[in-house]
Nanobody
Framework: VQLVESGGGLVQPGASLRLSCVVS????????MNWYRQVPGKGREFVAG????????TYKSSVKGRFIISRDNVKSTVYLQMNSLKPEDTAVYYC????????WGQGTQVTVSS
């Protein structure tokens, strides 16, 4: 199982970013996918999740209405569209899947600062 995130960067407050996570090594459409984030000195926190067929999503309350998780089961890719970014969204973002074990990508840094 491999997960490779991309799309992070440095943006100003109010800007948007779209993260991508390309996966391989399992039947992608069979499994829910998640995005987590982590800041130094704190544990990893759940941000958003989506079911296998993409018709059910869940969000951390502080990102609801600003972030949108989606997936393309043909491309084996999960996305996180992040709008109206705030400085408190600064973190390393990881995609995650549980296929008998928990698997994580290498993470992508998102920095929101003026």
């Amino acid at each position: 199982v491999q997960l490779v995130e991309s799309g992070g960067g440095l943006v100003q407050p109010g800007a948007s970013l779209r993260l991508s996570c390309v996966v391989s090594g399992f039947t992608f459409s069979n499994y829910p996918m998640n995005w987590y984030r982590q800041v130094p000195g704190k544990g990893r926190e759940f941000v958003a999740g989506i079911n296998g067929i993409g018709d059910s999503t869940t969000y951390k309350s502080s990102v609801k209405g600003r972030f949108i998780i989606s997936r393309d089961n043909v491309k084996s890719t999960v996305y996180l569209q992040m709008n109206s970014l705030k400085p408190e969204d600064t973190a390393v973002y990881y995609c995650n899947v549980n296929v008998f074990n928990n698997y994580w990508g290498q993470g992508t840094q998102v920095t929101v600062s003026s």
